[in-house]
């Protein structure tokens, strides 16, 4: 079947850096993306890898490990403001993307 | 910029009533989604198109059923709302290679009672 899995919640101090880790298994594979969703708000797009290696963007990266199927997003010098929940998910075969249930970060001053 | 609008951000729906949630977006996208998330859960797609008149099932279609006549709208329609299709639906759109990922709308929190 396929799958994704992410921590469900995960707690950080302005200024820091944080780490959200996430796993797929996805028939066949055709990419992987991140998401930032605020309480209450629609998800909007934050990264995406199709290849293996690091991809940064300001304060955000995001790494894929297509061979352990493993991605992680980065952040970098937490603001209060990335409060939020980070979505993964995995483009399968079929251009479909299969989504984690998010990781709530928490960020405290 | 990509803009995805919904019909309505807020619901309150009484049991066995029909629903429609509609879905516009302005950037000629061939591809639309519409999915529920619901909290613990990931987006679960109920149904998807990649064309005008087309229609494709997702993983939840039970209980819904969506049109596409134009290009730039696609409604979802719930055709006899029951109190567990209470859930945040967001419609989002796509189109090329999709590497930019979807474009969500803001959601339409429905409340059935």
């Known amino acids: 079947g396929q799958n994704i899995d992410q921590p469900t919640e995960m707690t950080a101090t302005e200024g820091a850096i944080v780490q959200i880790n996430c796993t797929y298994q996805?028939?066949?594979?055709?990419?992987l993306f991140w998401y930032q969703q605020h309480a209450g708000e629609a998800p909007t797009f934050l990264s995406y890898?199709?290849l293996d290696g690091l991809e940064e963007k300001g304060r955000f990266s995001s790494f894929l490990s297509r061979s352990k199927g493993y991605s992680y997003l980065l952040l970098k010098e937490l603001q209060m403001k990335d409060s939020a929940s980070y979505l993964c998910?995995?483009?399968?075969?079929?251009?479909?993307?299969?989504w984690g249930a998010g990781t709530k970060l928490i960020i405290k001053p | 910029d990509v803009k995805v609008t919904q019909s309505s951000r807020y619901l309150v729906k009484r049991t066995g009533e029909k629903v429609f949630l509609e879905c516009v977006q302005d950037?000629?996208?061939?591809?639309m989604f519409w999915y529920r998330q619901d909290p613990g859960l990931g987006l679960r797609l109920i149904y998807f198109?990649?064309?005008?008149?087309?229609?494709e099932k997702g993983d939840i279609p039970e209980g819904y059923s969506v049109s596409r006549e134009k290009k730039e709208r696609f409604s979802l329609i719930l055709e006899s709302a029951s109190t567990n299709q209470t859930s945040m639906y967001l419609c989002?759109?796509?189109?090329?290679?999709?590497?930019?990922?979807?474009?969500f709308g803001p959601g339409t929190r429905l409340l059935v009672l």
């Open positions: 989002a759109s796509t189109g090329g290679t999709g590497m930019f990922g979807q474009y």
């Open positions: 950037m000629d996208h061939e591809n």
């Open positions: 198109s990649y064309d005008v008149k087309m229609k």
């Open positions: 996805t028939s066949g594979f055709n990419g």
């Open positions: 890898n199709v």
């Open positions: 998910a995995a483009r399968d075969s079929n251009y479909q993307l299969i």
